[in-house]
């Protein structure tokens, strides 16, 4: 282990200690600090962005990379309100998740507690370094940040605005931290760093998540890999499909919860692929069809790569399927278990189809855009959980906690 | 990828397909199948264990060993037993675990549904082999089982045992297989196989939990490893506290939930050192104390290793402390993170203590022995888990689920 990331995750530790203990009413506090010092100091984090992006410019970085990269005013009040908002959620720290009073006396209670030390590795866009930080802060969690390189002077400037206001706040200004050094190799300590840290979240492309989830000993939350599908029904009404797969696919499309993918049921596909074709072409989507598909005007033949395949863009993979067991069967094979969603009328069908998809959620009449920590009503998400350990879906603040359990008897002995 | 492993692992999930979709009912009766099973074939068993035992014993395999390796008529009762026991347990698929409508009309409903497919990795103990398999059946989840090659045959035994009675009970025998191959090679596939196996647990000593906590790249559940304390406060009814400390240190010795370290405050040191040295003592315990209780007659003085040793024999370390505070920083830099327990009458001092110490399970006046599924009134346990993803503390049923998101609308879209 490298002495860098142990000191650094020592410190993190203890202010850890100390986080965890803090009443809600101080973390909010210093989460509002954090919110009036990122627009008080905007204009040295504007400055240190600036140079990023000026760096990345001159590296050739393309226009949307540096899109992502770059913030302006509107982009710091957003990270201001972000952190505002968190602070107005409830505290997910010392919730008494079960309890009970045991056979022989003992009170057993499973309490909400902190992990401790988080560790964020994401990509670009430096707006998550508050958000991440002001999730961990209100979850009682030390966070160790490690945003990509293009991002090194404004995240940097931006965590010491954010250090600057926790301390002023009271509570320990090493609650957040940039993960230390530079490079891969500064990434694999952290990855590396069990026993220091106690939960990695990586944030970003698939080959970000791709290597934190093979190289990491830290336990890893998998996040935001999506190839997601809408299956329309033969008992689907087809003017609401159309809505769906329109809204799926186009609402949105650098997404990890866009469709990437429709599959329709052959009953309706004589009606429904028609109209599915031309109002996809119509709003500038490229499809990659099957053979009924790639029948249609405009519409490229599917390699099977299509199939797998989380396009971010105005593309669409496209089949039809005989019934819904055959839907099910290729989104068991396919899919990346985020979301799927089903168009149909009939009960048993969305009874068949909830039952035996297993992705992180499946929709019934819905678009596949909902699956959103804000639309399910959590406030504040740092990602969307694609695996199944401890929590599958949008990560909310009481995601980011842990349980202990805290049994008190009156001199209980085991016989 | 081996091979070998892919072919077993998908032969785990398609029966996992199958019997994430059982209902209770024809779980049950698989159990009960299965325990019927294990009484009724049990020659066949007892000659596959006696093989082993017979191959252990001309390899020099240690005494203790070779009691955790054999079956007999009684162990096979137990085995039959935990499997009714667990048939008895509520079903843990299924439950709604959070609900609301959304603002908008959308139903969201958590689920919890089954994690697929299951990997043990364990030690000798061949009973092991038909609880987890149990606990795995009625969770919804195929497991894969890894024994040590030592019980190979006896494991093998049992497993077609349990394979036969579940498909005579008309669900699919590979929700029940052995993790193919033999030998570190093959444990390593295991390990490996990311996508294949959705979550792996080890169970048996530290050096396989840190073999399978470094190397896999599936999501593991650590258990099991516990250098536990018990703290004297000076609050504390001294009469109690040898009784907690005598139970927490003998009541059994060779299990995670014993104590290993004792610390005392300085404020009743001196009455209470003498008294815990000689009832320690009497018990046949060997006490590795600091200089306080170094200064007592056969206490031998500890090393700084024996701070971080867990035992799992008559043997404890023990020290005296200034004050609370320096028995919790003790803890925190010694302790494994699975249980440890004030003895005090103050409750400002088990506030600080529960508070403070970052454990799976923190007891106050009450032996550390409790935690344990069983005595938590979880019925079956399929270990204990020391980390803090997922679950933490006795893993029962609930345990052994992940959860999806079933949400429902009548065509709705992000606007």
């Not at 993190?12 to 965890?20: G, I, P």
């Not at 600057?164 to 609650?175: N, Q, W």
């Not at 055959?326 to 039952?355: K, L, P, Q, Y």
């Amino acid at each position: 282990m490298s002495d860098l990331i142990t000191a650094v995750a020592t410190r993190a530790r203890a202010a850890a200690n100390v986080l965890a203990l803090a009443t809600r009413t101080s973390k909010d506090a210093a989460l509002e600090a954090m919110a009036v010092a990122l627009v008080e100091h905007r204009a040295a984090i504007l400055a240190a962005n600036a140079e990023d992006v000026t760096a990345a410019e001159a590296g050739g970085t393309p226009a949307h990379m540096i899109d992502r990269l770059r913030l302006d005013e509107s982009r710091i009040e957003g990270m201001a309100q972000g952190l505002r908002e968190v602070a107005g959620l409830p505290d997910p720290v010392g919730t008494v998740v079960r309890g009970s009073t045991l056979a022989n006396g003992l009170e057993l209670r499973q309490v909400s507690v902190p992990f401790g030390v988080v560790g964020v590795v994401y990509e670009a866009r430096p707006n998550v370094t508050a958000d991440a930080a002001g999730i961990c802060l209100k979850s009682g969690n030390a966070v160790l940040l490690r945003g990509s390189s293009s991002a090194l002077r404004s995240n940097t400037a931006i965590v010491e605005v954010l250090r600057g206001a926790v301390e002023a706040s009271g509570l320990p200004a090493d609650v957040i931290q940039l993960a230390p050094g530079e490079g891969h190799d500064a990434v694999k300590q952290l990855l590396r760093a069990r026993g220091l840290v106690d939960l990695l979240i990586p944030r970003g492309g698939a080959g970000l998540i791709r290597t934190v989830v093979e190289e990491s000993t830290v336990p890893v939350i998998e996040t935001g890999v999506g190839n997601c599908h809408v299956y329309v029904d033969a008992a689907a009404d087809l003017e609401m499909a159309l809505e769906i797969v329109l809204n799926s696919k186009t609402h949105r499309t650098s997404v990890c919860n866009s469709a990437e993918s429709l599959l329709v049921h052959a009953d309706v596909a004589e009606v429904f692929v028609p109209k599915v074709v031309a109002a996809l072409q119509e709003a500038g989507v490229t499809i990659h069809g099957d053979a009924v598909f790639a029948g249609h005007q405009g519409v490229l033949p599917a390699t099977e790569d299509d199939w797998d395949t989380e396009y971010l863009s105005l593309d669409i993979s496209a089949a039809v399927v005989p019934d819904i067991g055959a839907a099910i069967e290729h989104i068991r094979a396919h899919s990346s278990g985020h979301t799927e969603a089903i168009v149909t009328g009939s009960v048993a069908a969305a009874r068949r189809f909830t039952a035996e998809v297993d992705s992180a959620a499946v929709m019934v009449n819905a678009s596949t855009r909902f699956t959103d920590g804000g639309e399910f009503g959590f406030g504040a998400e740092i990602g969307i959980s694609t695996q199944k350990l401890h929590a599958r879906g949008p990560l909310g603040l009481p995601e980011m906690t842990s349980t202990k359990y805290v049994v008190t008897g009156d001199g209980h002995v085991r016989r």
